[in-house]
């Protein structure tokens, strides 16, 4: 199948810095890209849904301003996490699709943890 | 909205053991199902899905079917193995979107 990739896969960070979180599809091109996060025994929860060369598409309740997401080429979003706090500790995850409907493939996680 | 409940873990097996795993779903249109896999280290793989009512995924020994009338997807293995140890994930996808259900997180004792 085909495969996404993470980096980094941990993080931790002081607050009030920024972090960025790399989402890359190696071996297909990404029409549409999604970000998870993931709380300590919990469902992943969509946070965006991002197309390639457009704006990303927010959840209801998710900051655009904290949670900045770019997607510049077919193969490679981002997720940059501004000025994070301890509440914004969580692991983030990356998924991907080509074409409409197709099949997500998921990236690994990133644990972010900030102190 | 759409919402997926599964069974809350962790369960502990040994092997050759029956698994089964509940879910059950709420949605509004008529979702696609499926169940997710991740194991230890690893991204989230699709393990199966059915897309209507009495459609029934089965993969890796694997079955679950798509039960419109309990609004159920259960995943069901006879006999399990070590290299089955796993989160398992139920998820519904309305449109594009997936949610998910919180995992399970399964461990196969030899």
């Known amino acids: 199948g085909a495969v996404v990739s993470q980096h980094p896969s941990r993080v931790i960070c002081k607050s009030g810095t920024s972090v960025k979180i790399e989402c890359r599809s190696l071996d297909f091109q990404a029409t549409t890209m999604f970000w998870y996060r993931q709380f300590p025994k919990q469902s992943l929860m969509l946070m965006a849904t991002?197309?390639?060369?457009?704006?990303?598409?927010?959840e209801q309740g998710v900051e655009k301003d904290k949670f900045l997401i770019n997607h510049a080429s077919l193969t490679l979003s981002t997720l940059t996490v501004t000025s994070a706090h301890p509440e914004d500790s969580s692991f983030y995850i990356c998924?991907?699709?080509?074409?409409?409907?197709?099949?997500?493939?998921f990236g690994p996680g990133t644990r972010l943890t900030v102190l | 909205g759409d919402s997926v409940t599964q069974m809350e873990g962790p369960v502990t097996l040994s092997e050759e053991a029956f698994l089964t795993i509940n879910c059950t779903y709420t949605a509004t249109g008529y979702p696609s199902l499926f169940w997710y896999v991740q194991y230890p280290g690893e991204g989230l793989q699709l393990l199966l899905k059915a897309t209507k009512a009495d459609d029934k995924g089965s993969n890796k020994g694997f079955e679950a079917t798509y039960r419109k009338e309990t609004t159920s997807f259960h995943l069901e293995k006879g006999s399990v193995q070590v290299s089955d140890s796993a989160v398992y994930f139920c998820a519904l996808k309305d449109d594009y979107k997936l949610s998910f259900g919180a995992g399970t997180t399964v461990t196969v004792r030899a």
């Open positions: 991002s197309n390639e060369g457009s704006k990303a598409t927010y």
């Open positions: 998924s991907a699709i080509t074409g409409g409907l197709g099949e997500q493939f």
